[in-house]
């Protein structure tokens, strides 16, 4: 109810970027909607325009739903694009700055990023990749990590990245679904002062899996690992053995350019299928127009490569328009809590990309920490990842822009691979917790579950009604899961998001949060019946469900409910047990908040768990009509338990 109200209020206040922002930005004609919703395929083949082609596409949009083809017919490389056409006249221009969680640092030029590219390219070449290989990276926040992803691109063998901080079980299983026979990976890295041997997480997780025929291993840390012979490389011995000349391969506009695994609502992540040309032309005029990206910014975007905003807003992005990105290794607080506010001052940062997770945390630090810093470099904030609440985002505005700088709240998802719903700093007002209105070219409405449009104000499910470039061109190996997850909701022309969102008066969107099996803890997407089917594969444990909290600093945490086998006592040992072995299984992120040791699972008379009253215990709101469950006593306990548990 707090938070209802407090949008409520947010809709009344309305912010404007100054009029010398809007004069200078990349993209000011508010015309843009209108032109974009009368030609839409002549917008896209207009944008087109901005990516270096080696052959011109033959038509711009071939739509059959739920498929789309952009471009057809149009050979382009993604590494090309990032480098190559930049090196004549920004060769020299810092490309990445890279700072280490212990303070170093260093800048590849353009010029240095082209020929280390080329170098890694040759490597995989040399291990025997080849093109239309699926490259699994496992690679933390280097920038060996960016250097891999543009070097697969070169050669045409997509990659599929795995954020670092997963398990070896989740490596191993994304790993076999890819069908992977190449594997790039380190030593270690540090996090939070902590050194993480990532080398021997990879070994675990290559135990498990069959056909890795060679790791390609980054030596970061200088720490000694087990190396296996015959199966195992390192980088550095390998890149004395290869040139810097490795020609970008001429890739068709709908080759697949990377797959990237994310939650869904069952136990097994689905691997998203990017396309070449649709997703650059995507990323790049987005990285344009909603950054407002200038050739002397220095752009940083707190994201893991790991993640799909590392893919879209770090590495190709950012990239393609010739921009400064800044990576940093290591934690917002370490070795103290103000490291994000030196690193901007530090590195003079003009833009500053983070997620209302980071945002709210930094609230609870307190705006001492920010006020100690110089962040006058600043000109523009975005966010990222969920709904950002009007209250962060007005301590955002206030105490990191100095109520100077524009905010970017921005929808989309791994999915949709480019931002759908952002305001366009240039053009737009901003409402505090508002993702204003949808990108030009992009269409969207707000349906019930019959697929009719909901009144003005009224929540409802977010669906895209019109097919836009960088859009999932399927699910790696399941194209049933891929139509049946989103395109039969109301018919195969229209995307369902699995988000919530409403429109107010004024035309401004204000998305909700997931409507589906889905958790969103600091950002990040976790399905619930993959934390599920890791708590079940412990031996103590007979039955599992897992809910979101709401969480004022997580967006939420996950709660995890547990039916034990017969004659298992209940223990405070075992919970951590149960915790840890979360962890084990798919990595610290998807670790439990609370365990809840319960007799039952509230279930329908067909036994099929009814997560809507779950939902509601685990909120402490109103579970409604429980007179249609099987067990409708469980309920009470397990409120009690609950609550007990706070």
């Known amino acids: 109810m707090k938070e209802t109200i407090e949008s ?15 004069a200078r930005a990349n993209m000011n004609d508010p015309d843009i909607y ?26 711009v949009l071939e739509w059959n739903p739920p498929h789309s083809n952009w471009f057809l017919n149009g050979k382009v490389n993604a590494s090309y694009n990032c480098l190559d056409r930049h090196l004549s006249a920004k060769g020299d221009k810092p490309a990445i700055i890279w700072e280490g969680e212990m303070e170093n640092t260093r800048t590849y030029t353009y010029n240095e990023l082209f020929y280390s590219t080329c170098r890694f ?68 890295y540090y996090h939070k002062g902590k050194l993480i041997d990532q080398k021997e997480k990879t070994d675990m997780g290559l135990e498990k899996t069959e056909g890795v025929e060679h790791a390609l291993v980054v030596n970061h840390t200088a720490t000694p690992v087990n190396f296996i012979e015959g199966r195992d490389v390192w980088w550095h011995e390998l890149e004395k053995k290869v040139d810097y000349q490795c020609p970008a391969e001429h890739m068709d506009s709908e080759d697949t350019l990377f797959l990237m695994y994310t939650s869904g609502t069952t136990g097994k992540p689905k691997g998203v299928v990017h396309s070449t040309g649709g997703y650059l032309v995507g990323t790049c005029i987005t990285a344009s127009w909603v ?36 990576l940093y290794e290591g934690a917002p607080d370490y ?30 630090w307190g705006e001492h920490l920010p006020l100690k810093h110089d962040l006058s470099s600043l000109r523009l904030l975005g966010s990222v990842g969920e709904p950002i609440n009007p209250k962060a985002w007005l301590w955002y505005y206030e105490n990191i822009g100095g109520k100077r700088c524009p905010i970017v709240d921005t929808w989309w998802q791994t999915e949709t691979g480019m931002i759908m719903i952002t305001p366009l700093p240039g053009i737009t007002s901003m409402k505090p917790g508002s993702a204003v209105r949808p990108f030009p070219g992009i269409k969207i409405s707000i349906l019930d579950e019959e697929g009719n449009a909901v009144p003005e104000g009224q929540g409802g499910y977010l669906a895209i009604e019109k097919p836009w470039p960088s859009m999932i061109r399927t699910i790696h190996g399941d194209e049933e899961r891929f139509i049946k997850t989103y395109w039969s909701k109301w018919g195969t022309d229209i995307y369902m998001s699995g988000d919530g969102a409403r ?42 469900a897992v809910e979101g909290k709401e969480d004022e600093i997580k967006g939420e945490v996950i709660v995890g409910y547990v039916v034990l086998e017969a ?40 036994g099929k768990i009814m997560r809507r009253v779950l939902r509601a215990i685990t909120n402490n709101t109103d579970p409604g009509d429980v007179t249609t469950l099987q067990n409708p006593e469980v309920v009470e306990e397990l409120k009690r338990k609950v609550h007990l548990s706070d």
Request: charged content about 25%; glycine content about 8%.
């Open 503 to 544: 429109i107010d008066r004024d035309g401004y969107v204000w998305v909700l949060g997931r409507l589906d099996d889905v958790i969103k803890v600091s950002g990040h997407r976790l399905g619930t019946m993959e934390i599920e089917s890791s708590l079940v594969s412990h031996p103590a444990v007979a039955e599992a």
């Open 34 to 59: 209108r032109k974009a919703d009368e030609d839409l395929e002549g917008f896209w083949g207009d944008l087109a325009e901005n990516i270096d082609w080696f052959e011109k596409w033959d038509r």
């Open 335 to 364: 070795p103290e809590k103000g490291r994000f506010w030196d690193i901007i001052e530090k590195h003079g940062v003009t833009i500053f990309y983070t997620a209302p997770t980071a945002i709210r945390t930094f609230m609870k």
């Open 121 to 188: 390219a040759n490597a995989l070449k040399e291990l025997g990749v080849q093109k239309g290989d699926i490259v699994t990276i496992y690679l933390p926040m280097i920038p060996e990590a960016v250097i891999a992803m543009l070097a697969c691109a070169r050669i045409g063998a997509p990659h599929s990245v795995v954020f670092a901080g997963f398990s070896h079980e989740a490596l191993a299983q994304r790993i076999e679904n890819a069908g992977s026979k190449f594997v790039i990976t380190c030593d270690g």
């Open 567 to 606: 004659d298992v006592p209940v223990s405070d040992e075992l919970k951590e047990q149960l915790k840890g072995h979360v962890v084990d299984e798919i990595g610290p992120i998807a670790r439990p908040a609370a365990i809840v040791f319960a007799e039952d699972l509230p279930k329908t008379r067909s």
């Open 291 to 326: 950054f407002d990206l200038k050739d002397d910014d220095i752009y940083w975007c707190t994201a893991d490569v790991g993640w799909i905003t590392g893919h879209s807003y770090i590495a190709y992005g950012p990239l393609l328009n010739g921009a400064t990105v800044l």
């Open 8 to 22: 409520s209020l947010a809709e009344e206040r309305v912010f404007e970027p100054s009029e010398d922002f809007k």
